[in-house]
């Protein structure tokens, strides 16, 4: 009954939104000249905090803005605030998924203390408050530009990539864009994101990511999500690591950069560098880990070198016969958040109906705007499918399913299409004629790279 237990949103996760929301369309227009509506979404944040241990000072952060003070203490106060009315709500859905799924999961990661201080961070929070004092409508071209020079510094610090990464690419969206006055429509809630956590990312004591640990054992790839943007093309894989100790849900991410003229299938050529996980994808094996590094919150860091092919693995009979024992990791501190939800799930017994599945009389949507161009995976697949190996998703305030892999049956055979089908290139002849006229492409840029190089 699936569908049923994930009918309704948990209680207080909409206020919790509704909180956020106003917040952010506050920093729309910039906390130096906050009008009415913007007065009453600050105060709304500080009466959501009143009887928790944080609530005098979010109140008293919310009423120096409004007398026109806006200081980093007071900023790094209400981005607080919003991380964790938005964690709050990301615990309350997965704790309702886990139910749902009778799914039994890891307790709390601890943080980890560390300390990103020094002059670029200094410069980059100083950036963060004048975004917040201009409000993303009051971004010029020189505003946006401005935290260059502290973001490039950071970028050398392995101690430091996370900030700057997000930096990075907050300065570049803003950077498109710039001058925001003139944009219709302005990302509220992702820019909000962004400047939330690198903020908060930013202060001279912060819970940084916990250590991850070798680990031995067997990775049963349950299915894949893939990332594909004009820069980079990233493949997630989500799966089940067995050990001694028993099961447990794992996922793994590699990426790399591209241009945005590599799209579809050739994007899989920019991740060779990973020969025995791309072959284990697209030959459905298992994968033997030796030494891989494992975080608390389930990611495995993936090093190729440590990692060798398996037996023949089928996701959908992996699924059927150890998903449901499988235990589930926490989420690292900062990362909670509802857009983060991805919960591997084994769907069956349905029927297809519009844009969504039926499941026992109950509709649970399906995001069919993230099947992805560089697989065979396609809407009329999963509208004809039988099964589905998915992931459970929080999105626009209700709970989806984004498809990884089916069954259908065609021409009276069961067939299992799966996002990674074409991890070493395309198997149908026409996606595959198209995939070499486009490799071409890839082969010149590499090649016109390692002249530059040389030279």
Excluded at 134 to 160: T, Y
Excluded at 218 to 247: C, I, K, M, N, Y
């Amino acid at each position: 009954m699936l569908a049923e237990a994930l009918g309704a949103p948990p209680e207080g996760v909409e206020a919790a939104v509704t909180v956020v929301d106003g917040l952010d369309r506050a920093l729309v227009h910039g906390l130096s000249r906050v009008d009415d509506e913007g007065a009453a979404a600050l105060e709304a944040t500080a009466a959501a905090f009143a009887d928790s241990p944080p609530g005098e000072r979010i109140a008293e952060a919310v009423g120096k803005i409004l007398a026109g003070t806006v200081s980093d203490e007071h900023l790094v106060a209400l981005a607080a605030a919003r991380l964790a009315l938005l964690a709050a709500a990301h615990d309350a859905l997965l704790a309702q998924s886990d139910s749902a799924l009778g799914r039994h999961r890891d307790g709390v990661i601890p943080p980890i203390a560390s300390a990103p201080n020094g002059i670029p961070v200094a410069g980059c929070r100083s950036w963060l408050r004048e975004l917040a004092i201009a409000g993303w409508r009051g971004v010029d071209r020189e505003l946006a530009s401005a935290a260059a020079q502290s973001v490039q510094a950071l970028l050398p610090d392995p101690g430091q990539r996370r900030l700057a990464v997000l930096l990075d690419g907050l300065t570049a969206e803003l950077q498109a864009v710039a001058p925001v006055a003139g944009q219709q429509r302005v990302p509220v809630r992702r820019w909000a994101d962004l400047w939330s956590r690198a903020l908060v990312l930013s202060q001279p004591t912060v819970a940084g990511p916990a250590p991850a640990t070798p680990v031995d054992g067997r990775l049963l790839v349950l299915g894949v999500d893939l990332h594909e943007h004009p820069t980079v093309f990233r493949a997630q894989v989500h799966g089940l690591l067995e050990q001694s100790d028993g099961v447990r849900l794992v996922r793994t991410s590699i990426a790399a950069p591209k241009v945005d003229t590599i799209t579809g299938p050739s994007a899989w050529r920019m991740l060779a560098g990973f020969p025995v996980l791309l072959g284990a994808l697209a030959q459905r094996r298992a994968v033997e880990l030796s030494g891989m590094p494992l975080t608390p919150s389930g990611d495995l860091i993936w090093d190729d070198a440590a990692a060798g092919a398996g037996e023949p693995s089928d996701p959908f009979t992996v699924a059927q016969v150890r998903l449901a024992g499988a235990t589930a990791m926490s989420t690292a501190p900062l990362d909670r958040h509802p857009a983060v939800i991805a919960e591997p799930v084994l769907l069956q017994g349905y029927t297809p109906n519009g844009a969504g599945l039926e499941l026992d009389g109950r509709p649970l949507p399906v995001a069919v705007d993230r099947i992805p161009a560089a697989g065979p995976l396609t809407r009329e697949l999963v509208g004809a499918s039988t099964a589905c190996i998915g992931l459970l998703r929080w999105d626009g305030g209700r709970w989806a399913v984004q498809p990884l892999a089916v069954q259908v049956v065609q021409k009276k055979k069961l067939v299992t299409v799966h996002t990674a089908d074409w991890a070493l290139g395309p198997t149908e002849a026409k996606a595959a004629k198209d995939e070499a006229g486009a490799g071409m492409a890839v082969a010149v840029l590499r090649e016109r790279a390692g002249r530059l190089l040389r030279t």
